[in-house]
């Protein structure tokens, strides 16, 4: 007996995060790294569905989006090559360090931490907004991004930025984009806390491992 599309929920971005965060395992390393493990695939899954959640703000994100799919697709690209090695992106991360490349070009080094941090960006929207959403959207944006992404932005990135925030949409149509049909505003928020509290020691790991590759001070122009 077939199943009618209708008869299957339509999981939002938010629970299919929860979903893959709450059984992603993280491995941080010992002294000489090799105990360490971050599984390829599972985290462009995530990246993939904040992808997602910045395609909801609008044309706001586009410069930010445009840089977060290129950045999968490097690791993407990389995993292909060998996915039996390339599953851990550990394995990457070590491969790069040693041929000296991590901080060149479009390494995947470089890929990973910028994915890093629109993470840490989302995660700090998506809790801002959970906690205040009556809050200007563009406030909140403006806000957040001078904590997680500001800092590492040169000229060119922060005035791209400056420019979009005009086109931010309301907090209200935001979260309404956000809401799934069996959703209200209180299991929205409730899901997007629970969301947040995996992201918080998910990305502690994550700032971890880049700092013991000396990758944490990487700054675009």
Request: with cysteine; net charge negative; hydrophobic share 40%.
């Amino acid at each position: 007996m077939k199943s009618t599309r209708s008869e299957v929920k339509k999981k939002s971005e938010i629970g299919s995060a929860i979903e893959e965060l709450s059984t992603m395992i993280i491995i941080k390393p010992d002294e000489n790294h090799d105990s360490a493990h971050i599984p390829t695939k599972p985290f462009l899954s995530v990246c993939y569905l904040v992808l997602q959640v910045l395609d909801k703000i609008g044309p706001t994100m586009a410069v930010l989006r445009h840089d977060v799919h290129q950045n999968i697709k490097t690791l993407e690209l990389m995993h292909e090559s060998n996915t039996s090695v390339n599953s851990n992106l550990i394995e990457i991360l070590k491969s790069e360090a040693k041929e000296g490349t991590a901080r060149q070009g479009s390494s995947c080094s470089k890929a990973m931490v910028w994915l890093t941090r629109t993470l840490d960006f989302t995660s700090s929207l998506l809790q801002t907004l959970a906690k205040d959403p009556e809050k200007r959207m563009e406030e909140v944006v403006e806000e957040v991004y001078e904590v997680t992404l500001k800092p590492w932005h040169g000229w060119i990135s922060s005035a791209a930025v400056r420019v979009a925030l005009r086109l931010v949409p309301e907090s209200k149509t935001f979260m309404d984009i956000l809401k799934t049909e069996e959703e209200n505003y209180d299991t929205l928020k409730e899901n997007i806390q629970m969301l947040v509290s995996l992201f918080v020691p998910f990305l502690e790991d994550i700032h971890c491992i880049l700092r013991l590759f000396n990758l944490d001070t990487i700054r675009s122009i």
